[in-house]
């Protein structure tokens, strides 16, 4: 069966320091991923996609970035954190086809600038 | 682009009650339409998804949505409410951008079921 592992689960993080989350899935191959913000527990803002290896679309231009080094790790990175960054980042897997993209959450980081 | 809206932030229900949570769509060609629940400092969790087939389609932990293209419509709904039901729900819809399939999400619903 598949899962998705993300860590770290919390982080609280200084204004101006960097962030690396990182997304593993196992038991599929290919999968697309995703990353998603999600602020005040309210809406979904999805950051960045990627369908394959160092394939990285890109949702909202602000100081975060995403990169893809291996089929089933997705990593989001920033050099300078801002406290607007603060939110519950959620990575996400799909296999496109049949399943419509049904999409697979991982358990969240919930990160805090302060 | 492909939308989903999601018209009430909270809906409040008795348990036991029939409870709808509900959401409209816009989209060009034939829509994928999907309900996620969201409970508590947890990751989203697939609930059910209508591609193409019977308009009525059934999910996990008794819920189910009817598609209806007329009024644009894809409602979660579940005959008798449980406390345990209490959470956010995402209605969202695939989207093709340029780098491959996405999802858009809803703003959500918040659901309370008061015992």
């Known amino acids: 069966s598949q899962t998705i592992h993300q860590w770290p689960a919390t982080l609280v993080q200084p204004v101006g320091s960097p962030l690396s989350l990182e997304c593993t899935v196992e038991?599929?191959?290919?999968?697309?991923l995703y990353w998603y913000r999600q602020a005040a527990g309210r809406g979904l803002q999805l950051l960045f996609y990627?369908?394959?290896?160092?394939?990285i679309s890109s949702e909202v231009p602000q100081n975060l970035s995403a990169s893809r080094p291996q089929d089933r790790q997705f990593i989001l990175s920033s050099k300078k954190l801002l406290l607007s960054d603060s939110g519950f980042y959620l990575c996400?897997?799909?296999?496109?086809?049949?399943?419509?993209?049904?999409?697979?959450f991982g358990p969240g980081t919930r990160l805090t600038v302060l | 682009a492909q939308s989903v809206a999601q018209p009430e932030d909270q809906v409040n229900v008795a348990e036991g009650n029939p409870l709808t949570v509900k959401c409209t769509y816009s989209?060009?060609?034939?829509?994928?339409l999907f309900w996620y629940v969201q409970y508590p400092n947890r990751g989203l969790q697939f609930l059910l998804k209508?591609?193409?087939?019977?308009?009525l389609v059934k999910g996990s932990y008794g819920f189910e949505a009817e598609f209806n293209k007329s009024q644009t419509s894809f409602h979660l709904k579940k005959p008798s409410a449980l406390v345990s039901d209490s959470a956010l729900y995402f209605c969202?819809?695939?989207?093709?951008?340029?780098?491959?399939?996405?999802?858009?999400f809803g703003a959500g619903t918040r659901l309370f079921v008061k015992a």
């Open positions: 209508y591609i193409t087939g019977d308009n």
């Open positions: 989209v060009s060609g034939n829509p994928y």
């Open positions: 038991g599929t191959s290919n999968p697309n």
């Open positions: 996400a897997w799909s296999v496109s086809g049949l399943a419509g993209d049904t999409q697979y």
């Open positions: 990627s369908v394959g290896i160092g394939q």
């Open positions: 969202a819809v695939r989207d093709k951008g340029t780098g491959g399939f996405k999802t858009i």
